[in-house]
Nanobody, 125 residues
Framework: HVQLVESGGGSVQAGGSLRLSCAAS????????MAWFRQVPGKEREGVAA????????YYADSVKGRFTISLDNAKDTLNLHMSVLKPEDSAMYYC???????????????????WGQGTQVTVS
């Protein structure tokens, strides 16, 4: 129903910035919420930032509040994550997720999302 493609990952020094983008295609009008998750090997996928498609109810993990900003360009069907003051502990594979035609109770829970991108690696040294 929808396809998600992330871009913008890479390597950066601590204190630097990166911007991740997630291009959505397909039946995007039925997307109810979108989110960024991250995962490191051996750990559970962690909700980083999320928002309703109408812009309401934005969620940030405590570890990224004040440093990361999520935004949705509805005209371009693109979800962005601007990351600043990056820390080595921000290193992870970052995934874009969409809740398509689905009721959402918890924006930060992976089970709430039914479409996922392939991921983009972020490495902070």
């Amino acid at each position: 129903h929808v396809q998600l493609v992330e871009s913008g990952g890479g390597s950066v020094q601590a204190g630097g910035s990166l911007r991740l983008s997630c291009a959505a295609s397909g039946r995007t009008s039925s997307i109810d919420a979108m989110a960024w998750f991250r995962q490191v090997p051996g750990k559970e996928r962690e909700g980083v930032a999320a928002m309703w498609a109408n812009g309401a109810n934005i969620y940030y993990a405590d570890s990224v509040k004040g440093r990361f900003t999520i935004s949705l360009d509805n005209a371009k069907d693109t979800l962005n994550l601007h990351m600043s003051v990056l820390k080595p502990e921000d290193s992870a594979m970052y995934y874009c997720a969409a809740a398509w035609d689905k009721d959402i109770n918890f924006l930060d829970k992976p089970d709430e999302y039914n479409y996922w991108g392939q991921g983009t690696q972020v490495t902070v040294s």
